[in-house]
């Protein structure tokens, strides 16, 4: 935690803290984030003065989700650049610090690519980090963007295929505006229904072991005024079962060219529940979490977490008992299975909703054909 200053002061905004944003106080360029690990208690920023001190937010979730950490990325390599640092280091840092999340790698090279193209036809370093900075901030632009047609796209087809209207929407993880330079992919999607006042309820799965449900799409819901209920992941079930869900609204990580989904673990046994109860399985994806250079499911890296955020509940303020320093809820020594995302195969996404449109069915051809000259850039 060297480089990095955590600021608790008055002087945050009391809503609507964004995600990531670029400052260039006197001492030098930053990058600040909003610390996602302590929501919903508090708002804090956190102060990232060089990429390492990014990598560390990244691994240890502060920042998160796939498009923030594309944005974050490209970030990353122009605070390398403006600080002076070596950006191929720094690049190849950042784009090691999580493995599945196609997005921060598009970010990190497209950022990279603009430093190497600006350096060879110009020479001058400040120049390039000039450059590199207006590829992370396009990068943040186009995001929002993105997540404003993903938000009309996906509401489209949800008005589509639930005609009746008063959608009961379940989702996982937290996909809002905390993942996104804008409102996000599938919880915008959400959020445009009730703006639409077609939104009766949405369910949150509490998105075990991390909590991504729980503490950041429930404190985005309420802030939002959804009318939203929380539900522990293995009460999804009995939800479909009573006939409570109408669709299921998830994001991606990486979608491989054969249309397999990695998204947050527990999303596939959602897809195989609404596949069962005949309910749509919908994934909301911006075009950067399509990877055509991934072949199918098998190829996708899954990303394996520490046991201990299995074995033990973290609460930093309780006395330090077991490996991680959280409230142990296993023998002490207990092996856990503890990977943070799963892969849904094609043949249960009943759609894909990306800026550019909607890919259903999901067809290796289809996304191919989405892809074209947009993709990975
Ligand atoms: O481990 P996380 O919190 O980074 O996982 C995030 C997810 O799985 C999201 O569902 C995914 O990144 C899509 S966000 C639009």
């Known amino acids: 935690m060297a480089d990095q200053q955590v600021r608790t002061g008055e002087d945050r905004r009391p809503t609507e803290i964004p995600a990531i944003r670029w400052e260039e106080p006197p001492e030098?360029?930053?990058?600040?984030?909003?610390?996602?690990?302590?929501l919903p208690a508090e708002e804090v920023e956190l102060v990232c003065t060089d990429a390492s001190a990014l990598v560390e937010a990244i691994r240890s979730l502060a920042v998160r989700g796939a498009p923030l950490l594309g944005i974050a990325g490209a970030y990353g390599v122009a605070l390398a650049a403006a600080r002076g640092f070596e950006v191929d280091d720094a690049a190849r840092a950042l784009e090691e610090a999580r493995p599945t999340a196609v997005n921060l790698s598009v970010g990190v090279r497209r950022a990279r690519a603009a430093h190497q193209a600006a350096l060879a036809s110009t020479g001058d370093p400040t120049a390039a980090a000039v450059a590199t900075l207006a590829a992370a901030r396009a990068l943040h632009r186009e995001d929002a963007e993105g997540s404003v047609r993903m938000a009309a796209h996906g509401l489209a087809l949800l008005d589509e295929l639930l005609p009746a209207g008063g959608h009961r929407v379940l989702t996982h993880c937290n996909t809002g505006s905390l993942?996104?330079?804008?409102?996000?992919?599938?919880?915008?999607?959400a959020l445009a229904a009730h703006r639409a006042g077609r939104l009766r309820r949405l369910w949150v799965d509490e998105t075990r072991p991390l909590l991504q449900g729980a503490r950041l799409t429930a404190y985005e819901a309420a802030r939002s005024g959804m009318a939203y209920t929380l539900l522990t992941d293995n009460a999804a079930g009995s939800l479909f079962a009573a006939g409570e869900v109408d669709a299921v609204l998830v994001g991606a990580d990486r979608i491989a060219a054969d249309g397999s989904v990695a998204n947050k673990v527990g999303s596939y046994?959602?897809?195989?529940?609404?596949?069962y109860h005949h309910v749509p399985f919908i994934v909301v994806a911006p075009l950067t979490t399509l990877d055509p250079d991934t072949p199918d499911g098998a190829s996708i890296e899954v990303e394996q977490r520490p046991g201990y955020e299995v074995t033990e509940i973290a609460a930093?303020?309780?006395?330090?008992?077991?490996?991680?320093?959280?409230?142990?809820?296993?023998?002490?020594?207990?092996?856990?299975?503890n990977p943070a995302f799963d892969v849904t195969p094609?043949?249960?996404v009943t759609a894909i909703v990306t800026e550019a449109g909607v890919v259903s069915p999901?067809?290796?051809e289809a996304l191919a054909a989405l892809c074209t000259g947009s993709c990975q850039v």
């Open 316 to 337: 930093p303020q309780v006395p330090v008992t077991g490996a991680g320093g959280g409230i142990p809820v296993a023998p002490l020594g207990t092996q856990a299975y």
């Open 346 to 348: 094609p043949e249960l």
């Open 179 to 189: 993942v996104s330079g804008g409102e996000g992919t599938a919880l915008a999607v």
């Open 269 to 275: 046994p959602l897809a195989v529940l609404a596949r």
């Open 362 to 364: 999901v067809t290796a």
């Open 28 to 38: 030098g360029p930053v990058l600040v984030l909003l610390d996602q690990t302590r």
